[in-house]
């Protein structure tokens, strides 16, 4: 079970102004950070994950062995406090890296781990969001950016006889803006 016990202040995945200088645009619009807020979500619902750094309590049950435990949440900042089957333990017991824990004593029945995951957004001092995972935001809000006012679905329309209209999929385009985030997805157990 994970638990959010500090949510994040934003999710937007890259800002205002990285957006308006790809558009060459002078003055922020409105429509914008709709844009933004909508493409960030729909990559954290594309990986599986959410990528703004947040503290989060998470419960893994029924593990006796001292085995590495693969925290749902990564990467991980730091580890804030640790329970054993009830009993607080000191949480400097715990080494990790940014994606797993590791504790010579095991973990018992239950542990719960209160840990910092995430990454710090653009906008912000300190930015460690991957710059790949950005540039697929700023593509999927150029893409919404120039689609705004047109049916996006019609390849070509010729009136010359009577009318024709050509329709594609951009399957293939979504497709080649969103592979950059492979590496970033959640697994998938089948």
Known sequence: MLTIVTPATSKALTTVDAVRGELG???????????ILRASAMVESLCGRSFARERVRETIRARLSGGPILPRRWPVAAIVALTIDGKAVDPV???FDEGTFERAGG?????????????????????TLPYDIERVVVELVKTD???????????????????????????????IITAPLAPYRLPVAL
């Open 93 to 95: 017991d715990v080494s």
């Open 25 to 35: 645009l002078d003055a922020a619009d409105g429509l914008l950070s709709e844009f």
């Open 107 to 127: 973990w018992g029945r239950e542990a719960v781990i209160t840990y910092d995951a995430g990454y710090v957004l653009p906008g912000s001092a300190g930015r």
């Open 145 to 175: 950016w120039h689609n705004r006012d047109r049916d996006t679905t019609i390849r070509s329309h010729d009136v010359d006889g009577v009318a024709s209209v050509t329709y594609f999929g951009s399957a293939a385009t979504f497709d």
